[in-house]
């Protein structure tokens, strides 16, 4: 039986995929192994080959139709302790690998979020990848999502570390006074990081500074 797995419920095609091991993997796949199993922590063997930076890992499994958008159960958070949910896409951000970025991009699902509301699209624009960003909305990533704090882009961009990418958001966000689940609008996060580049611009375009949050607080 070429689906047993061991006591991490990790399957012979996982295994070979945590080891790279390429020549194993296809023939296991021509044997007829189960693509899409999931191990003890949830990680299917996409998410180890993004785990290991294998592209051709990546493509052999893609040919056999793994699901890009399977999320894993895999790394508490610890200032909350919920599983966090993540898609190969999303772990393949945080590595900002971008090879395997493009691959898995290719997905219907772009648009996916893991347990604190953050899409692939989220976390690129929280870390300033401006490539990777463009790679999203090449593929019609949408901008107007909230994560679970209410937070909008506009917002994740104000705290983020992207010039480029914060103009971006500015053409696509009418209302610049938008607020999250604090009432916190987006001039309130860049005041709260002391960021004085973001602060000014916000103020150029006329944000509210008079505007209070949940707290009463104004932003400046």
């Known amino acids: 039986r070429v689906d047993v797995t061991n006591n991490r419920k990790e399957t012979a095609l996982i295994v070979a995929t945590q080891n790279t091991t390429c020549r194993a993997m296809a023939t296991l796949i021509r044997l007829g192994v189960e693509i899409n199993l999931q191990d003890v922590q949830g990680n299917t063997a996409l998410h180890y080959a993004v785990w290991t930076m294998s ?4 493509e052999i499994l893609s040919a056999a139709a793994a699901d890009f958008n399977i999320p894993n159960s895999d790394g508490h958070d610890p200032s909350t302790r919920t599983r966090l949910n993540k898609t190969p896409l999303h772990i393949a951000v945080e590595l900002n690998y971008f090879p395997m970025i493009k691959l898995l991009a290719r997905t219907q699902n772009i648009n ?38 209410g937070n909008s882009m506009l917002h994740i961009a104000c705290t983020g570390k992207s010039a480029n990418i914060l103009r971006h958001m500015f053409e696509n966000f009418l209302d610049l006074n938008i607020r999250n689940l604090s009432e916190e609008t987006p001039l309130h996060l860049a005041c ?18 008079t505007s209070q949050d949940s707290r009463k607080r104004p932003p400046l």
Request: net charge negative.
């Open 112 to 149: 996916n979020t893991d347990d604190n509301g953050h899409s692939a699209l989220t976390i690129a624009v929280d870390r300033g990848i401006e490539t990777v960003v463009d790679v999203f909305l090449q593929h019609d990533a949408t901008i107007t999502q909230l994560d679970k704090a």
């Open 192 to 209: 709260a990081l002391n960021n004085t580049a973001v602060v000014s611009e916000l103020c150029a375009r006329r944000a509210d500074i």
């Open 55 to 58: 592209e051709k890992a990546v």
